[in-house]
């Protein structure tokens, strides 16, 4: 039987601690879900999974779209919203422990090597089964409050809790700004793939991992000067080809194996994204 007392102490214990939006899915909504969605691969007990988002700084994502400078969305949209939210969640999660249920939290950011494999698991899929939001043609996840600009954190509990509905449309326009504004042509243009939750199927574009995170990392330049110019000359060091992990991004990985502290040269995808945008 759901516990709806325990649900809103939980969404209300969220938000006092700073969290903008949190919704909850049954685990029974990631039956069909591709295998970086499946929350029991992690605590096979999980009933409920929670999904929680802080929202990015606007004016910081406008100022991170002239190109000008990196530092305060790597700091503030990037590396400061991962630590603040992952505590967040440690503290729900404890809270729910304390209540004589079991409870994980998912950090939010996945460390470089699974960025190119499975993932622990897929915050964005967790977010879309919990109602937060849907998946844009970027592959981002796309809130009707605050477009693609969050941070977002998941957890797993045994507690049933009360599963939030789905949002009933997909009002991603497919105007292609995320795939203009990426410097690396990591988003396609009109090639696609799609999953399932909940019966539910989601289509977005067939995206290059490698790519993106060549971006991201600043190796579009090289692995000098990674702070100056880094998305106007875009294609000065070769991108690479597939897949396959190319040796600066090795190095970078050896170097600094935890995303959520490497700082964060593109994101453009993200602050592209507006939600008044969305609302045309």
């Excluded at 729900?92 to 422990?97: C, G, R």
């Excluded at 019966?199 to 490698?210: A, D, I, L, P």
């Excluded at 050896?254 to 939600?275: D, E, M, R």
Aim: charged share 20%.
């Amino acid at each position: 039987m759901e516990n709806k007392a325990l649900t809103n102490k939980v969404k209300s214990l969220a938000k006092e601690l700073g969290i903008d939006l949190i919704g909850v899915a049954s685990s029974e909504r990631f039956k069909e879900a591709p295998a970086s969605a499946q929350p029991e691969a992690i605590l096979p007990s999980t009933h409920s999974v929670l999904s929680m988002a802080i929202r990015m700084n606007q004016t910081i994502q406008n100022i991170h779209l002239t190109h000008s400078t990196n530092d305060p969305f790597s700091r503030f949209g990037h590396s400061l919203l991962a630590y603040k939210i992952d505590y967040i969640a440690n503290e729900v999660a404890n809270f729910l422990e304390d209540n004589g249920y079991e409870a994980c939290p998912v950090p939010a950011d996945s460390d470089l090597w699974s960025a190119f494999n499975q993932p622990l698991l897929s915050h964005r899929h967790a977010a879309v089964a919990a109602g937060l939001g849907y998946i844009g043609w970027s592959n981002n996840l796309i809130t009707p409050e605050f477009g693609a600009g969050v941070k977002l954190a998941t957890i797993l509990t045994s507690a049933v809790l009360v599963s939030d509905p789905l949002l009933s449309g997909n009002n991603c326009p497919r105007c292609l700004a995320c795939v203009n504004i990426c410097p690396v042509e990591a988003i396609h243009p009109t090639e696609s793939e799609a999953f399932i939750l909940d019966g539910w199927v989601f289509e977005h574009s067939r995206y290059s991992k490698t790519k993106c995170l060549w971006s991201c990392l600043g190796l579009i330049q090289g692995l000098e000067g990674r702070q100056k110019n880094y998305a106007r000359p875009a294609k000065l060091t070769p991108l690479p080809e597939g897949d396959e992990i190319p040796p600066k991004l090795w190095k970078i990985i050896s170097n600094n194996g935890n995303y959520s502290s490497a700082p964060v040269l593109c994101g453009f995808c993200l602050t592209v994204c507006h939600p008044e945008k969305l609302s045309r």
